[in-house]
């Protein structure tokens, strides 16, 4: 039936029209406010042969999902990790955790980003403009860049002596959300400040459903609410800077907080009891998650003539604490308070960039990063021990053209890293509740690595509708001190995590295309990729069951040879010059080639379909109006890893309208979807509460107030 209903969606929504156009070397396909760039060049330091996506902030407001990563999934080739509304992980062609690298400012984000119950810090109304590259990109942005890079770029500078802002107030019917964010920015002689404060709350939310069954039980969701899911953020941040001739350098300062609720069943095993409905869905109660980031990021550009120098220094603070009721481990006291686990995460960041241009076609991007990381741990449970990271890394890359239509691209990259965990112990108590001595919990670590790295790539006008673009590469990632250290309960994710000290860095070898094709009011574009790793490191379910209370099955780092491979494809269509179209599918095929079986969280074949209908009515009160309804088909997934549940195919329907109504210097913009219209109860693949069969959120309206001046 899921089927049916997208086939018949598609076949309503996608005539066929004949029409003429050239190609450009700089071809742009749009993608509901996103422009899929081909041959423009980036504002990262990345070179011409890589495809990216570039979003501004009408495309992301436009796009708003629950989350930042949630504003992103509509792009093909994205999709995220999530733990219920308000946490939720970047996943690029079936890669996530520390193979996908967030960059805010130039500086990469740091945050536990290796548990898949912990969410990014970062502000969504705080992001003016984003790209996202996919590809091998390794050479540019070292380990953990594997799966490809997310880069939330500076706002651009105000105008020189200006006074403006924006005040922007958003609500969303399905957990009673509520949120306000406020910008201010200032520019006087070219000395500029931008201040932007956001403020978020939200209830338990709301899914089609009265009750989900749990290992055969049948277990109750009153008022078809899911218990405990609620949250609140704040956000602040300053940014100062200065624009000179001979370039600009800014100080960036940010602090990010979040409070968030987990479905009251999720830690440990649900029971009934526990889920009877206390009558305040805004109330955040056990277990829950509170997380402080704090950010300071500097970057200066020297511009020297056709070159530039570019100097980016970063220090984040990681703060993220784990709560819930307290467990007697053994015959030990029982622990006081509700700290189940405290991570404290300082990292220094620093990155060095000069281009140059050895002559007209050819331009040479060179650098030297570091990094220094230092985890400090407390709470009564034990899952990673204190550990030390440093690693640093020096490259080259090069992009030269040969004529209009042709040019290549390489690079290399050489890094080292350094890694220290101390042993850790347990105490061990006798019946008498008697200490009687201690057991190794985690071994002590030094380990060295040494990695390189290098990529090649070409894109070529091959006629004036054509356009092909290739790139080759290799990559790796060092291991985290989780995959090497863990030996404890993991509740977020409902299992005991064991590591393994003996595990090498991944390695990867990397290849990536895509045509692209246009011809009048009609652009096709297909990106098949290929990706081969030798040491895919990964957890595998054991055969036995932690001796620790609630903990679960007990799960093992371990390493296989695997391979992804998969590909993107749009068509776009502007039916008329009111009218367009467009049509999107994704797949990611991957293989243990050890076992045999699929890696786990592997997201499904889909394919999105969406109609933009924008009137030239009552011009020019209503110049920016626009209607959109889309339909979302998600295949069912059967290839799944050991002990993984599958999940039935699902189609989802949505709309959306919006205005931009200008007076003089001052605009206000109103934007409204309906997420989800026909109610739809399905599990979605690459969500943590799957685990539980918990449904996702059902129908959701959002509405979206801002005004510029």
């Known amino acids: 039936m899921k089927q049916l209903l997208w086939l018949v969606f598609v076949a309503v929504s996608f005539p066929f029209a004949h029409v003429r156009a050239q190609i450009t070397e700089d071809t742009t396909f749009s993608l509901d406010g996103v422009e899929v760039r081909t041959g423009r060049k980036s504002a990262a330091p990345v070179g011409n042969t890589l495809d990216f996506i570039y979003l501004t902030k009408s495309a992301l407001l436009k796009n708003q999902g629950n989350t930042f990563i949630n504003t992103l999934e509509k792009l093909p080739g994205i999709s995220s990790i999530n733990t219920g509304v308000g946490i939720s992980k970047p996943v690029i062609r079936g890669l996530s955790l520390n193979r996908v690298i967030v960059n805010e400012y130039g500086i990469k984000q740091e945050g536990q980003q290796w548990g898949v119950d912990h969410g990014l810090e970062i502000d969504q109304f705080n992001v003016d403009r984003v790209e996202v590259l996919k590809g091998p990109v390794s050479v540019l942005y070292g380990s953990d860049g594997i799966g490809g890079v997310i880069n939330v770029l500076p706002p651009l500078i105000p105008e020189k002596n200006t006074f403006g802002g924006e005040a922007l107030v958003n609500y969303k019917s399905n957990n ?332 990867g070898y990397m290849l990536d295309a895509g045509l692209y094709f246009q011809k009048g009011r009609i652009k096709v574009d297909a990106t098949p990729f290929l990706n081969y790793f030798s040491n895919y490191i990964y957890l595998r379910p054991s055969a036995r069951f932690s001796s620790l209370p609630e903990a679960g099955q007990v799960y093992l780092y371990t390493q296989a040879q695997a391979l992804f491979t998969g590909f993107e494809s749009n068509v776009d269509i502007e039916i008329t010059p009111s009218l367009n179209n467009r049509l999107s599918f994704e797949y990611v095929w991957n293989r243990n080639l050890d076992t045999r079986v699929p890696l786990p969280f592997t997201p499904p074949f889909s394919a999105l379909n969406e109609i933009e209908y924008k009137p030239k009515i009552f011009r020019p009160l209503l110049h920016d109006l626009f209607l959109a309804v889309s339909g979302q088909y998600f295949a069912a997934q059967r290839r799944v890893d050991t002990n993984e549940p599958e999940t039935d195919g699902y189609f989802l329907l949505h709309f959306s309208a919006g205005n931009t109504f200008t007076t003089g210097k001052h605009k206000l913009s109103l934007l409204v979807q309906l997420r989800n219209l026909t109610n739809a109860r399905y599990l979605n693949n690459m969500s943590r509460y799957r685990i539980l069969n918990l449904p996702e959120q059902g129908f959701n309206t959002q509405v979206i107030l801002r005004y510029e001046f």
């Not at 590469?473 to 393994?500: K, Q, W």
């Open 176 to 507: 009673d959300l509520f949120s306000a964010s406020v910008r201010l920015q200032q520019n006087t002689n070219d000395f500029y400040t931008i201040v932007r404060a956001t403020w978020q709350d939200y209830g338990s939310y709301r899914v089609p459903a009265d009750e989900f069954t749990y290992n055969s039980y049948k277990l109750p969701i009153y008022n078809r609410r899911l218990k405990n899911t609620a949250g609140k953020e704040r956000s602040i941040s300053v940014l100062n800077g200065i624009r000179r001739k001979w370039g600009h350098s800014s100080l960036y300062l940010s602090n990010y907080n979040q409070d968030a609720g987990f479905f009251t069943g999720a830690f440990g095993i649900p029971r009934a009891y526990q889920l009877t409905d206390d009558g305040k869905p805004r109330n955040i109660g056990l277990p829950r998650q509170m997380i402080n980031h704090f950010k300071a990021v500097s970057n200066t550009h020297f511009h020297f003539h056709r070159n530039i120098l570019e100097l980016d220094l970063g220090y984040q603070h990681n703060r993220r604490q784990e709560l819930s009721q307290p467990h007697a481990h053994g015959n030990g006291p029982a622990p006081e308070g509700n700290l189940a686990l405290q991570l404290d995460l300082h990292t220094l960041t620093g990155n060095v960039r000069y281009k140059f241009h050895p002559t007209e076609a050819w331009e040479v991007i060179t650098g030297v990063s570091v990094q220094h990381q230092e985890n400090v741990r407390d709470g009564y449970e034990f899952l990673i021990p204190a550990y030390k990271v440093t690693q640093g890394g020096v490259y080259v890359f090069s992009e030269y053209r040969f004529t209009n239509r042709f040019l290549i691209s390489g690079g290399i990259r050489a890094d080292a890293a350094d890694q220290k965990a101390d042993r850790s112990y347990i105490y061990l108590y006798n019946e008498a509740g008697e200490q009687t001595g201690a057991q190794q919990r985690s071994p002590y670590i030094r380990r060295d690595y040494v990695n390189g790295s290098g990529s090649l790539g070409l894109a070529w006008t091959i006629a004036e509708q054509w356009k092909l673009k290739a790139n080759a590469g290799s990559a790796y990632r060092i291991p985290a001190m989780v995959e090497l250290t863990a030996n404890g309960v993991h509740h977020g994710t409902f299992r005991h995590e064991m590591g393994d000290s003996s595990l090498r860095a991944e390695r």
